[in-house]
T-cell receptor, first 112, second 111 residues
Framework: SQTIHQWPATLVQPVGSPLSLECTVEGTSNPNLYWYRQAAGRGLQLLFYSVGIGQISSEVPQNLSASRPQDRQFILSSKKLLLSDSGFYLC???????????FGPGTRLLVL | QKEVEQNSGPLSVPEGAIASLNCTYSDRGSQSFFWYRQYSGKSPELIMFIYSNGDKEDGRFTAQLNKASQYVSLLIRDSQPSDSATYLCAVNKAAGNKLTFGGGTRVLVKP
């Protein structure tokens, strides 16, 4: 069966500090991978998605970036965090286009 | 107009009753539709998906899709206190990987 991991689970960072969140998927190959953000009391916003190694599509212009160095690894980064970057960051995977997306446990980020 | 709209609730339902949740979408070319459940502080988990017009049943859950009217609904029969959560409707457009989520409906099942 497939499993998806995210770490860290919780993170408190000062404004202006860098960020690196990691997501890995087990039990499948060549998955589509996604990063979402959910601000407090709000819906999910798609940030990035990837259909393969090194292939990243950005949905929202911002100070975040994503990378996919390996088939089942997806990384979300920032060079300088803003207060508005606080939120619940979710990684998801799917087998392909139009397929069901399955979510990881999420990383709760608080920027102070 | 939002791409995917849901009533934010809360929808208060007595235990054992039917909870009815609605979702409307704006892209007429949307192909696939999903319902996720999200408990407070947790990540969304898939309840069911539906691609074709009509009803799809899975246990106590029934999804209903009407593409002509651009709505998808979720019925929860015999509601239990453990069903208390936020239910997210998600729509995949005609092409690509973009799953657009509604804001969610909060459901409270009271014993």
């Amino acid at each position: 069966s497939q499993t998806i991991h995210q770490w860290p689970a919780t993170l408190v960072q000062p404004v202006g500090s860098p960020l690196s969140l990691e997501c890995t998927v087990e039990g499948t190959s060549n998955p589509n991978l996604y990063w979402y953000r959910q601000a407090a009391g709000r819906g999910l916003q798609l940030l990035f998605y990837s259909v393969g190694i090194g292939q990243i599509s950005s949905e929202v212009p911002q100070n975040l970036s994503a990378s996919r160095p390996q088939d089942r690894q997806f990384i979300l980064s920032s060079k300088k965090l803003l207060l508005s970057d606080s939120g619940f960051y979710l990684c998801a995977w799917s087998r392909g286009e139009q397929e069901t997306q399955y979510f990881g446990p999420g990383t709760r980020l608080l920027v102070l | 107009q939002k791409e995917v709209e849901q009533n934010s609730g809360p929808l208060s339902v007595p235990e054992g009753a039917i909870a009815s949740l609605n979702c409307t979408y704006s892209d007429r070319g949307s192909q696939s539709f999903f319902w996720y459940r999200q408990y407070s502080g947790k990540s969304p988990e898939l309840i069911m998906f539906i691609y074709s017009n009509g009803d799809k049943e899975d246990g106590r859950f029934t999804a209903q899709l009407n593409k002509a009217s651009q709505y998808v609904s979720l019925l929860i029969r015999d509601s239990q206190p453990s069903d208390s959560a936020t239910y997210l409707c998600a729509v995949n457009k005609a092409a690509g990987n973009k799953l657009t989520f509604g804001g969610g409906t909060r459901v409270l099942v009271k014993p």
